[in-house]
């Protein structure tokens, strides 16, 4: 405790003394994820070059962050120099004209080295607005060693039957482990992602055409009726306030068998410091319906922005420019090992051998990222576009609260039916105040 | 044969009273055994109570990624600053309230009160708005005068009832051998209530410490108290429950140290007027 | 005793902490009262019409509005009755004669330090949590299955996590009262052959009820604004199951950013504070009167 406390007091002090006079300080809101924090303890190699430029950190949950970056843009508080936000955001704040365009962001900066699905989604009338730090889409990930002892081996393309059939052999809850592991928690980002990409892949909407809420429809009540099956006979207990990150831990100590979530969620599964079970996952396309194609079309990234209030644009964009760059891809690669390098945004990434070898789920990840069709999420026409969430501004609103109504679903205190009616009146609710539909 | 019933029963009364002690403080004690265990084990099950690899990684992690000293200093500033600034404005309120008392002055204390009822959240937008145009968004000055306004009824009403024990006649006799108002209270009632001061300015520190809605939504990279500094280990991916009862540890201890060293001078003027 | 001119002195000395306070009362409730009669969401900028009544009508319609409200009332009603019952047995049991009470005392207090926000992270993931926590060990230990705290009985779980941060203080003060009780009352009605049940309600009671006032004042003002611990643990549901009307009002303006729905949110719960603390203020101010 006592070196700990003095390391501080002298790290603090040099910290005072290296700042160069003149420095621009920028501040940097991000969330805390470990990708970011990676970022940040490379802080070092980024002032080895940028002397001039001194980076100061909000990092925040993710919730809180959210709630603290709208807030400041929204009413133009100006605290921040660089936002790191999603792809939900980009391109509605953009329209607000609530962020600087990021062209011109260097020489060397190949920007048509970016994924073009993840590159689209951030662009607006032709000019990109955020830039991709990473970028996931959603897939299966399953523990080879039960689903043999289960006597199943996974097809290419699984579809809803299969899974349920597996987490069903897969199950065995007197050892503590459940078959599925899947959102539960209340959240536009959490339950909602998953059940919005599954109902995507069976064939349900959130809007037909006139913008008219879908929730009585067959479909939406075959995802949620899939979903609950599929939860509450072999899902872990305290499924409904389990998110991304509950169940990275329940899979990551061998309580899962399969758990469909993020791409990102490999790297930390595959990585034995963290995981008991690296030896023994391997990964899945994001499963369908019997006899379709739709994958759910989940694609979500974590970028990098600048708000147009911000007075320091040129330090903030060099900021960006870095940390978004091959450069810092390199410098991942060379710190921490290949394997570590922030995925699913540059396509000489997945060009590089080494690290297809190094890392078993890059094939996986990009297969899934280019399969994600943002532009038409769902089997049937809709007015929206973006995948796992719909792109308009009311969204978090309905989606937390339809969140809400399926996560009290999930904890059995209400129905399948009585959720979908509840969803189905909130959203129509909402939609009315805003007015759609819209001209 | 009375003795020994005296001893029985206090033996009894002891081991009870250490359980529930035990029990109630086992929570922060568990945080702070697991802020030293690895994550692997701070989730192992069996839980692991004494016997694990005792490691100061978490800690190593934690200043690492957050300029600890920051926040903590931060903290100090805004609770004491705001506490004492509470202190300068509610003193004489207090002493206008207890040796001149008019028909509205109950009336006066109780509104003052129910101002802290008011939802926070419900006003936070139209706070932010005043702060960004006066510039105090992320400034501990910013803090400290709404920390100040937070906890000023409350001050107030523990000076109150306080000061109300203090006989007028001495106060009077100092006015008489010709003591101005200012002087009569700096240097007559303030070392008389002492300890009503000091357990007000200790309780105020605690709650202005552990202030966590204003602190978060009107502070940045400057001026994050400690509480702000938690919600960076509040759920992040992976496991996390060594790093987060690490970082716990850091954000409780101390106030926790100063609780229980002060914990006398607190109890004495905690009374409310409840003690006569 | 007052003369005119100290009357005056009074006023004046009074002054500065009421004008603050109006000031900190008045300019940002102003401000929310007329946000609440606008359409204004932060996410949508634009003009903010003036629209009437019409957000209260739908914060009143909304669903979550009758079931948070009543959230409220147990919360407050809960943690209050665990923290008095708890406190007053716990200033009992810490007057008695033992071994170590400074120790004991000082483990007792300490929740109360705590911040709102790690003790509910605490709870919710090493104690709670159904699968790696502490109770669900102790559940296994004895062979049941573990119970889901925050899914099956979310209200409850937020009710017993205030009241451990709480209850400190209430055995803090009832614990003082408690110690300034007459010792030589107490003996005097042993002799009068009063058993301990009729000394403690006859004497104790009447005694510590002042302090229970006080307990119950104070908490109930940092107890209808319970946010964080909802916040960090449940999020409000699932469902509804654990909005309270702060959390509520939280969830329209900030996570909806709603600011019109909020402001009118807002109002609403201050005018129902208001209600709650009109009623308190009489009990108190009959029960304070000296």
Known sequence: MTITMRGLLGATCLAALAIPAGAETITVATVNNGDMIRMQRLMPEFNAEHPDIQVEWVTLEENILRQRVTTDIATRGGQYDVLTIGNYEVPIWAKQNWLAPLDDMGDDYDADDFLPRVADALTVDGTMYAAPFYAESAMLMYRTDLLEKAGLTMPENPDWDFIAEAAEKMTDKSAGVYGICLRGKAGWGENIALLTAMSNSMGARWFDTDWKPQFDSPEWKATLDNYLNLM???????????????NLALFQTGKCGMWMDATVAAAFVSNPDESTVSDHVSYAPFPVMAGHENHGNWLWSWNLAIPATSTKQEAAKTFVAWATSKEYSALVAEKDGIMNVPPGTRSSLYANQEYLDAAAFATPTLNAIESADTQSPSMQEVPYTGGQFVSIPEFQAIGTAVGQVFSAALAGSTTSDQALSAAQSLVSREMSRAGYPKN | MARASTTQRKAVVTVCAWAVGLVIFFPILWTILTSFKSEVDAIAIPPKFLNFNWTLDNYHDVQERSRYFLHFMNSVIISLGSTILALIIAIPAAWSMAFVPGRRTKDILMWMLSTKMLPAVGVLVPIYLIFRDFGLLDTRTGLIIVLTMMNLPIVVWMLYTYFKEIPGEILEAARMDGATLSKEIIYILTPMAVPGIASTLLLNVILSWNEAFWTLNLTAANSAPLSAFIASYSSPEGLFYAKLSAASTMAIAPILILGWFSQKQLVRGLTFGAVK | MATQASRAAGRLMISPAVILLLMWMIVPLGMTIYFSFLRYNLLIPGENPFVGLENYSYFFTDPNFWPSLVNTLFLVGGVLLITTVGGVLLALLLDQPMWGQG??????????????????????????????????????????????????????SIILIVSWQWLPFATLILLTALQSLDSEQLE???????????????????????????????????????????????????????????????????????????SAGGIVAVILANIVAIFLMRMIGKNLET
């Open chain 3, 103 to 156: 120790i004991v005392r000082i483990l007792v207090i300490a929740p109360f330090f705590v911040m709102p926000t790690v003790s509910a992270l605490v709870w919710k993931n090493m104690f709670m949590n159904p699968v790696n926590g502490v109770f669900a060990w102790i559940a296994n230990v004895f062979g049941l299955p573990a119970f889901d705290f925050l899914a099956h009985a979310p209200l409850l």
């Open chain 3, 188 to 262: 005097a009605s042993e002799m009068d052959g009063a058993g301990p049940l009729a000394r403690f309600f006859y004497i104790m009671v009447p005694h510590l009820s002042r302090a229970a006032t006080v307990v119950i004042l104070i908490q109930t003002i940092f107890l209808l604004s319970v946010f964080a611990e909802i916040l960090v643990t449940t999020n409000g549901g699932p469902g509804n199951a654990s909005t309270n009307l702060t959390y509520l009002v939280y969830s329209q303006s900030l996570l909806q950013y709603d600011v019109g729905l909020g």
């Open chain 1, 232 to 246: 509450t006979n072999y899902g872990p207990p305290g499924a409904s306030s389990n998110g991304f990150n509950e």
